[in-house]
């Protein structure tokens, strides 16, 4: 039955997005614990392009499997390059180091094909085009109850030399509900998740002026782009473990459709502060809503006050671009009180953030779980 596939490195440039697109999604909704509980992230042309269309990631992954008999798209895998740097704090210095890694992203398998060994294929390219490419390890985030985590492993022990081991733990998501029926149509809600949310209110308070000491919030603006680049790259010191972004990536980001940006300024005007989503469609049950996926966030400047100000405004232009909600995985490189203070609630949803190592690499840096860590959602 295997021999029936092919795993190929693709060029997407010449390829129809929209194929990949309803291939995810299609994996995505057939999964069990997805048919159980809703929810699940539907794709389409546009999310796939801001995920995997850079034209600035050169080294960029795209595993695509064919079932050879039909000619049809069988499996999907991304994998997106990236630079990890560590902060060891000694008593009168700070020791850094790099290391590159490639992250597998959004790895799907039609339902037709699965429990036909697509995604052993996918990983097995996977490990093998990276070693090609002089990657040393990857890491990937994985949801206890679904297949993927126990893949990797099972894939990563048949290589000699392929170490596995957890990184660290997610234990909380935070979310911000402004539809509560519209939630409840794709979302399981216990009772008391919703009377939770149901203390919590839509926001209806008009966009916030700039405060008297003339600070100001307001939607981000092209001319901000260097500015964002700098605050990202303070966590690189300023953090236990950060990615660095690459920034002519990072500014093709910023100008894709879909993306809400809010921006904080000092009194002087310069920007000190931002939070930035990218919009979704959870679907369950048979409907479809949009949704907001919080992915890059600076508050580290800013007081507790001027941070849930700066949330705030960010959830009234969520809403108003039709957003029935936002929510993110909590990895601990931001303070949480400010989206408690602006009415976001934490419910505990566990990811396991997962290492692998290519055989001579090392390992050390991740055997330790980081206090504060960057990651991004992309």
């Known amino acids: 039955m295997a021999n029936e596939y092919r795993a190929e490195i693709i060029d997407l440039k010449k390829e129809n997005p929209e194929s990949f697109a309803e291939l995810i999604t299609q994996a995505f909704l057939s999964d069990e614990l997805a048919q159980e509980e809703g929810t699940t992230v539907v794709f389409d042309a546009m999310t ?39 902060n060891q704090k000694n008593k009168n210095s700070q020791q850094r180091e790099q290391v590159r890694v490639m992250v597998p992203s959004w790895a799907a398998v039609h339902p037709d094909h699965k429990r036909k060994g697509v995604g052993s294929l996918m990983v ?12 040393t390890c990857s890491y990937a985030i994985f949801e206890p109850g679904q297949n993927g985590i126990d893949l990797g492993k099972a894939t990563a022990d048949r290589h000699s030399g392929v170490e596995s081991i957890k990184w660290f733990d997610i234990n909380w998501f935070i979310i911000r509900v402004f539809d509560i029926p519209a939630v409840r149509k794709v979302m399981k809600l216990k009772f008391y998740e919703r009377w939770v949310i149901r203390l919590v209110s839509p926001p209806r308070t008009p966009s916030p002026k700039p405060m008297k000491n003339g600070q100001g919030i307001r939607l981000f603006k092209p001319e901000d782009k260097q500015r964002i680049v700098e605050l990202l790259d ?35 005007g310069k920007v000190n502060g931002f939070v930035l989503a990218w919009e979704f469609n959870f679907a369950g049950f048979g409907n479809t809503i949009p949704f907001g996926w919080l ?84």
């Open 48 to 86: 796939f392009r801001r995920l995997f269309g850079s034209p600035y990631l050169d080294d960029q992954l795209i595993i695509r499997v064919m079932h050879e008999p039909s000619g049809t798209m069988a499996g999907f895998m991304g994998g997106l390059p990236r630079t990890l740097c560590f």
């Open 124 to 135: 097995s390219k996977f490990i093998e085009e990276i070693s090609a490419r002089g990657y």
């Open 234 to 268: 303070e966590y690189a010191s300023s953090k236990d473990a950060a990615i660095i972004k690459n920034r002519e990536d990072l500014t093709w980001y910023l100008d894709q459709p879909g993306i809400i940006c809010c921006v904080h300024e000092d009194h002087t």
């Open 295 to 378: 992915d890059l966030i600076h508050v580290d400047h800013l007081s507790g006050r001027s941070a849930a100000d700066l949330i705030r405004f960010f959830n009234i232009q969520a809403k108003q671009a039709g957003w029935k909600g936002v929510q993110t995985p909590y990895i601990p490189y931001f303070p949480i009180k400010p989206f408690l203070g602006a009415n976001y609630l934490t419910f505990p949803k566990k990811m396991i953030v997962q290492v692998f190592g290519l055989k001579n690499s090392d390992l050390s840096r991740f055997r330790t779980a980081p206090h504060t860590c960057f990651l991004d959602w992309r």
